[in-house]
């Protein structure tokens, strides 16, 4: 229903003439009713590419510090390549996961035909729990961060790759001085019975992010069950006011009952549509009497 005031209003200098339209509230969309896929951040969009790159350009670096200045860059490039190309593999394979990710972002067609392809195995790992999920997943990179760490060190220290990572804090402490020797000894022991008891003393965190709630704002109960929307529009160099207002919801039994028989409104809607003449005059004579 709308209600229009045949009388122009002054129009408010601090909007040029025409009043700003009000907002319209819209709750979050939840992700089950989203037709795309939900957009990622630039970080979670290039980061696993990053870490694969990063640990090529690591091994390259190996490379070049085992047999410097025997080996030239070009040398160790394509030694490089044919020992580590599974690195730039990873990085490949990420990079079209991540356009495919992009695309359903952007196609509900597309979102809607892989997803249907893969429902059954999205609906097993739905079960198990999302933090659950991101500690495996931290993990496995720490375990992929550690196998790199030690493939650095057999290239440096001419090592086999199953005994190269036990040597990191040997040859830590061989290239410090004595007395930094017994103090990273002694700060090392420190750090495992510091840490032990910050571990025992931490309580359970759960993390919720925005979109872990499934509940929006038009689920809660009590909301109003009319919604009111007033309209600006320029009109012969003043302004155009319409009110109007929609039913949302029928009003449950006990306020109707309320309204008819304690506050004597027998018709809702005629009763609105009375208020809403009253607000566009009062609107109208604060507006005519402060330009005046």
Do not use: C
Request: a positive charge; proline letters at 4%.
């Amino acid at each position: 229903m709308n209600a229009e005031e045949p009388g122009s209003l002054g129009s408010p200098a601090d909007h040029g003439g025409v009043p700003a339209l009000a907002a319209e509230f819209k709750s979050r969309e939840r992700d089950e009713d989203r037709l795309t896929r939900k957009p990622l951040e630039l970080w979670d969009r290039i980061k696993l590419i990053l870490l694969f790159l990063g640990a090529w350009v690591v091994m390259l670096w190996a490379n070049l510090a085992q047999f410097d200045p025997a080996i030239s860059s070009s040398e160790a490039l394509n030694q490089t390549l044919r020992g580590y190309w599974w690195l730039l593999g990873l990085a490949a394979v990420e990079a079209v996961r991540q356009i495919h990710y992009l695309i359903s972002e952007h196609s509900a067609s597309w979102h809607r035909r892989w997803t249907g392809l893969f429902a059954r195995a999205q609906k097993r790992t739905g079960r198990m729990n999302d933090w659950t999920r991101f500690r495996i997943s931290r993990v496995l990179k720490l375990l992929f961060i550690l196998a790199i760490v030690d493939l650095f060190l057999a290239k440096i220290y001419h090592l086999p790759p199953a005994t190269a990572l036990i040597q990191l804090p040997i040859a830590i402490t061989k290239a410090l001085p004595f007395a930094f020797q017994l103090a990273f000894g002694f700060l090392f022991v420190m750090f495992q019975f510091i840490g032990l008891f910050w571990f025992l003393s931490r309580g359970g965190v759960d993390v919720y992010m925005p979109d872990d709630i499934k509940t929006r704002f038009t689920d809660v109960r009590g909301q109003d069950l009319t919604k009111w929307t007033y309209r600006f529009e320029p009109d012969a160099g003043g302004t155009k006011v319409t009110e109007s207002f929609e039913m949302m919801a029928d009003q449950p039994g006990l306020i109707t009952f309320f309204e008819r028989n304690v506050m004597r409104v027998k018709d809702r809607k005629a009763d609105l549509e009375q208020g809403m003449q009253a607000t566009l005059q009062r609107i109208k004579a604060a507006v005519e009497g402060s330009a005046s």
